[in-house]
């Protein structure tokens, strides 16, 4: 077939050359101007073509019944050098007779086999093209359109149609006389024989009686050419007048189209050839017409809650230009990339004419953690150990000098601050130790679900007995189900009684090896390193019971073990790994937070490009902080981290979403408390580091009495934002951040729902106001008064004056006296005045908003563009403390 319609194509290049480069020019434009669209379409396209080859054959059928299969080949046969006498085609011959001459070149062409006959008329055919070409391709086109309209007689309508509107204005215009002419058209096709039959009848005014009867136009158009071959030179002339008659010619090719007859032209412009097509299907359904045109596809579209008009448009296999349009019809503006939600997807989709499945909330997470593993495919792999104990009995100094590292005197005060996690090598293996500053953290990572932890080690001093929390370490290692290794620490000391440490575990139905029962128990000093080995030896005892084992080959996934807003390196995480092996470059999801490896940090403050199974990693790279306890797993796009993201964060909004209350602030529940309608204080905490947060929940936890209580709704490490303020509304709470602040959004809507952000930078002030909250004596007035904001745009070095901060103040105002706070990223990293307020060269009182000027801080240089500074005023109102 593909043949037929090559040689068709050539015949209507007319020549040798000339159609072979056109040939493959048009093809080649085909596919450039599909490939612009879809692939698939690409591929529609091509099959068009072939169609188009194959319907010239597959349209003779139709004329066999009224004349000729061969019909085309007949015609063109004929002219050039015997085959005149073809019956069917009365035109060719009558015009050959008279015109062999010029004809004979062109029409060989026309026909595969002229190649032969091409080569005796060679000179001619020349002749004749050197005129041909000189004159004006218009002529070309008048020719090819002979030739068209002879094998589109056999070419299938549809595809004639296509192939003919060239011009877009004149398509509406054509599809009315499209439609006018469907009527006709059966007729037409079956007339279409006779009327070729009589050629003559209607040379010149075809034109014009063209729009009015299909049929008709067909006939005169073969008979203009019919006269132009007659006259011969008569060519020149035609073709000058050739531009005149565009229209005409639009007209007549609609008259050959309802008849049914000659093959399409390729000369049709390639580029809309999509477009049309589009356009004429559509206008086929509706008249009816071309039912055999190609069906549109209808195609089950998934749709989630979140959804890309580039991603919806590939799911439905329809051009986002078209989405968009369809938008933009609705009266809304979309470009390619933006996130439509579930509705308005759904009904895109159905305008369309697709059927929509949507996805329901919790199967975005479906496969997330992927299959599990078989015995095949893991290898044993590390014990995650998690120390546990009451306080000062020595957890940190055991893994320090577990790890021959001073971790202990590097911290604080000697307390642990964050929770950190190491891998220690052993010579029978290594084990990963997370240092915890409690229980708090394990409970909390227990409480969403994470199973970190292998094995706990109860740290006990021989010295102090079980304590309270080692009670509590006991019950949370319990309930986790998790074997524990008990830790008799602080044995070197003169009042060290271990075996009053067994029996008070006994106590607490923990029953000992020595005592006759399953927990294994090792006797250490951290100090002093005694049986450190037999810790580790003990440890990887357990592990080997416990059968540990993981895939090293496939995505990560693991728990996030703590997570701050580093002011350098932005939102870090402690992650340990669980499965699969971690890389730089890998998106993941953390929690309700997402983001993309940047760098991968072992526990000794190196670089790595890779982290396996039970390997904890600081990883970089987080859009937003997570929490102690989230699950951290590998997807494998980013589209699909934030369909899953923001699938979490809307279910975590909904969870708060029960007793709402319409404002909520300290003073408006201290006044509640007074009236007794409020029994307890809800709160929401941000803080700068998971450390101090902790320090806050636990000492407002200590405040709470038989009567009133503060509730933490939730605490977290990093700015507040607009979630953190939905979830406050929800529950009428009170928004407390220390050393973080609101972003704009979070302001705003903290200003809609009336909740009240305060900010700390001392915990006891934090803890202080809550409690006068509680007791109903908080005094009324804010402490500070906000003034404005300014963000840095630029920093200037001038010399003897130090670094200027060139800002622009984006809300009210900002004061020369005022107190300022430089804030990054949502966190306060300094606190101070300001030294310098200036516009243009003028030190100035005030600057309001909008307006641009240069600021210095005393004693602090480093601002960075980008940075907010933000103006207060302290108020000094004695307060009345509880
Ligand atoms: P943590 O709060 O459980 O992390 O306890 P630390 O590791 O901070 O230790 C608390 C105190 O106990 C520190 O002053 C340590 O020097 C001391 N300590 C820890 N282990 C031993 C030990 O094995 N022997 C002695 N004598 N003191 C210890
Ligand atoms: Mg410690």
């Known amino acids: 077939m593909t043949d037929t319609k090559d040689t068709d194509n050539n015949s209507m290049a007319g020549g040798r050359t000339l159609s072979l480069r056109r040939n493959t020019v048009e093809q080649g434009r085909v596919k450039q101007n599909f490939s612009h669209g879809r692939t698939k379409q690409v591929v529609v396209e091509k099959k068009r073509k072939r169609i188009v080859g194959p319907g010239t054959p597959g349209g003779r059928p139709e004329q066999p019944v009224t004349a000729e299969a061969p019909a085309p080949q007949p015609k063109p046969v004929p002219a050039p050098v015997e085959v005149t006498p073809a019956a069917p085609q009365a035109r060719p011959a009558p015009a050959a007779q008279p015109e062999t001459t010029r004809r ?117 158009v073969v008979d203009i050419d019919e006269d132009e071959e007659a006259r011969g030179r008569s060519k020149v002339k035609r073709e000058v007048k050739a531009p005149v008659r565009a229209k005409t010619d639009a007209e007549r090719r609609r008259g050959r189209l309802t008849i049914g007859n000659a093959l399409t032209g390729e000369e049709g412009r390639e580029r809309s050839l999509a477009a049309m097509r589009r356009r004429q299907e559509r206008q086929k359904k509706q008249t009816g017409l071309f039912q055999q045109s190609s069906e549109k596809i209808v195609r089950d579209v998934v749709i989630p809650e979140a959804i890309t008009i580039q991603e919806l448009a590939n799911r439905m296999s329809e051009r986002a230009v078209d989405v968009i349009k369809l938008l933009m019809r609705q009266g809304q503006m979309f470009k390619i990339n933006d996130i439509i939600d579930t509705d308005s997807a759904q009904l895109i989709a159905e305008e369309m004419g697709h059927r929509v499945k949507r996805v329901s909330e919790s199967d975005v997470e479906e496969g997330l953690m992927g299959i599990d593993d078989t015995a095949e495919n893991t290898t044993p792999r590390a014990p995650v150990v998690t120390v546990m104990g009451h306080v000062d009995h020595g957890k940190t100094s055991l893994l320090d000098a577990i790890r021959h590292e001073k971790v202990a005197a590097g911290e604080a005060g000697g307390i642990t601050q964050h929770i950190g996690a190491y891998q220690v090598e052993t010579p029978s293996g290594s084990v990963t130790f997370i240092d915890t500053p409690g229980h708090a953290a394990f409970t909390a990572m227990r409480a969403r679900g994470a199973k970190a932890t292998d094995i706990v080690v109860l740290v006990v001093a021989a010295d102090d007995g079980v304590m309270p929390q080692t009670i509590e370490a006991i019950n949370h290692a319990k309930a986790a189900g998790v074997p524990m290794i008990v830790a008799i620490n602080k044995i070197d000391k003169p009042d060290a009684d271990p075996n009053r440490v067994r029996t008070d575990l006994l106590r607490h139905e923990v029953v000992v090896e020595s005592m006759g029962g399953d927990t294994l128990e090792v006797e250490v000093s951290a100090i002093k390193g005694t049986n450190l080995d037999k810790l580790l030896e003990t440890i990887i005892l357990q592990a080997e019971v416990l059968e540990l084992r993981a895939n090293v080959d496939r995505a990560a996934d693991g728990v996030v073990v703590e997570a701050q807003l580093d002011k350098g390196r932005g939102p870090v995480a402690t992650v340990l790994i669980q499965r699969g092996t971690l890389h730089v470059g890998d998106i993941f999801v953390a929690g309700s937070a997402w983001g993309r490896v940047r760098a991968l940090i072992n526990d000794r403050g190196q670089n790595i490009t890779a982290a396996g199974p039970s390997v904890p990693v600081e990883v970089l790279g987080i859009g937003s902080t997570p929490e102690a306890g989230d699950q951290f797993v590998v997807v494998d796009s980013e589209s699909r981290a934030r369909e899953i993201t923001e699938y979490r964060e809307r279910k975590r909004r909904e969870l708060k979403g029960a007793a709402p209350t319409a404002r909520a602030s300290l003073e408006q529940m201290m006044s509640q408390l007074r009236e007794g309608a409020r029994k307890e204080v809800p709160v929401l905490i941000k803080g700068d580091v998971q450390g101090s947060t902790e320090a806050i929940v636990q000492a407002l936890d200590k405040l709470g009495t038989d009567e009133v209580t503060a509730r933490v709704l939730l605490y977290g490490v990093g700015g507040i934002t607009e979630s953190d303020i939905t979830l406050a509304s929800a529950s009428g709470a009170v928004v407390l951040g220390f050393n973080v602040r609101a972003n704009a959004q979070a302001r705003q809507a903290a200003e809609q729902a009336g909740i009240e952000i305060r900010y700390y930078n001392v915990i006891y002030d934090l803890v202080d106001d809550v409690k006068s909250a509680m007791s109903g004596l908080l005094a009324p007035e804010l402490r500070e008064e906000f003034l404005g904001n300014a963000e840095i745009l630029e920093i200037f070095n001038i010399s003897k004056v130090g670094k200027i901060a060139g800002c622009r103040v984006t809300d009210g105002v900002v004061q020369r006296g005022a107190k300022v706070r430089l804030i990054r990223n949502n966190v306060v990293i300094h606190e101070g005045t300001l030294s310098t307020l200036k516009r243009f060269k003028d030190e100035v009182r005030e600057v309001v908003s909008g307006q641009e000027c240069g600021m210095a801080f005393e004693g602090y240089q480093d601002m960075r563009p980008g940075d907010v500074i933000e103006c207060y005023r302290v108020e000094e109102i004695a307060r009345s403390l509880a």
Request: hydrophobic fraction near 40%.
């Open 104 to 220: 004979p070149p062109q029409t060989p062409s026309r026909d595969n086999r002229p190649g032969i006959v091409l080569r005796t008329l060679t000179e001619e055919e020349r002749d004749a093209r050197t005129q041909a070409l000189a004159d004006a391709r218009v002529r070309d086109a008048e020719d090819r359109a002979r030739a068209e309209e002879q094998a589109r007689r056999q070419a299938e309508i549809d595809e004639i149609a296509r192939r003919e509107r060239e011009a877009e204005e004149k398509r509406l215009a054509e599809a009315e006389a499209l439609r006018a002419a469907e009527e006709a058209l059966k007729p037409a096709a079956e007339r279409s024989e006779p009327v070729k039959a009589e050629p003559e009848p209607a040379p010149v005014k075809a034109p014009v009686a063209a729009p009015v009867a299909a049929p008709v136009a067909a006939p005169k």
